[in-house]
């Protein structure tokens, strides 16, 4: 049973244009998100995260968004650079304080010239 | 220098073999974990420490067995690889949550093993 989910295996989106990846999840026990991304023969990178409380958080060019009641998150990336191409896995844990991440199957995002 | 460090990047072996993957952190984080990541699946929790004297089962957890030598090392073993283990490997660290927030996990570069 996948309780992440990022439904979209791929994204193409042009320099300068807003990119926008999603992310569901099923377990309401998720009370802290995370955006990680990927480069080839790298480690994922943190990228931002948010905690159930807040709906929304930025950090320069990238803003995630929490939507509790829908069980979605996504990420905002404006505007969009070509050094964004990389793979953006999506990451949630729950309360209790083990912080075991359970990540989605990732999102390939392409930013095109 | 990198601050997760996970040695060999890449390993080859055959079926039955022992293998074991090494990660050693300069951070300074209480809390390790391993992961291995398959096409199509993102990353999965093998297994994960909080202490030196602290071992929890992830959720793939059979088959792996793990060491915690000190803060800094963490090692995860194949006691008798099979072909279904080759996948990407990942160790991660992170501090432990401060005023109940919780921290984000860092991770090494991965070791790609792949078994015969």
């Known amino acids: 049973d996948q309780q992440v989910k990022q439904n979209s295996p791929s994204l193409s989106v042009q320099e300068g244009r807003i990119s926008i990846l999603n992310c569901d999840y099923t377990?309401?026990?998720?009370?802290?998100f995370l955006w990680y991304k990927k480069y080839p023969a790298e480690g994922p990178t943190f990228l931002i995260s948010?905690?159930?409380?807040?709906d929304k958080n930025e950090d320069g060019r990238f803003t995630v968004f929490l939507n509790k009641s829908a069980k979605h998150l996504s990420l905002h990336i404006v505007p969009s650079q070509p050094g964004d191409s990389a793979v953006y896995f999506c990451?949630?844990?729950?309360?209790?304080?083990?912080?075991?991440?359970?990540f989605g199957q990732g999102t390939r995002l392409t930013i095109n010239p | 220098d990198a601050d997760v460090t996970q040695t060999p990047r890449n390993r080859i072996t055959k079926t039955g073999k022992r293998i074991m993957l090494e990660c050693s952190q300069t951070?300074?984080?209480?809390?390790m974990y391993w992961y291995r990541q398959d096409p199509g699946l993102g990353l999965r929790l093998i297994y994960y420490?909080?202490?030196?004297?602290?071992?929890n089962k992830g959720e793939i957890s059979d088959g792996y067995s793990v060491s915690r030598q000190a803060q800094a090392k963490f090692s995860l073993s194949l006691e008798s690889a099979i072909p279904n283990q080759t996948a990407l490997y990942f160790c991660?660290?992170?501090?432990?949550?401060?005023?109940?927030?919780?921290?984000?996990?860092?991770f090494g570069d991965g070791t790609r093993l792949s078994i015969l």
């Open positions: 948010i905690s159930s409380i807040k």
């Open positions: 377990n309401s026990m998720f009370d802290y």
């Open positions: 991660a660290t992170s501090d432990s949550p401060g005023q109940g927030l919780n921290q984000p996990q860092h």
């Open positions: 990451a949630a844990s729950a309360r209790g304080g083990a912080q075991k991440l359970v």
């Open positions: 420490s909080f202490d030196v004297k602290d071992i």
């Open positions: 951070k300074g984080h209480d809390r």
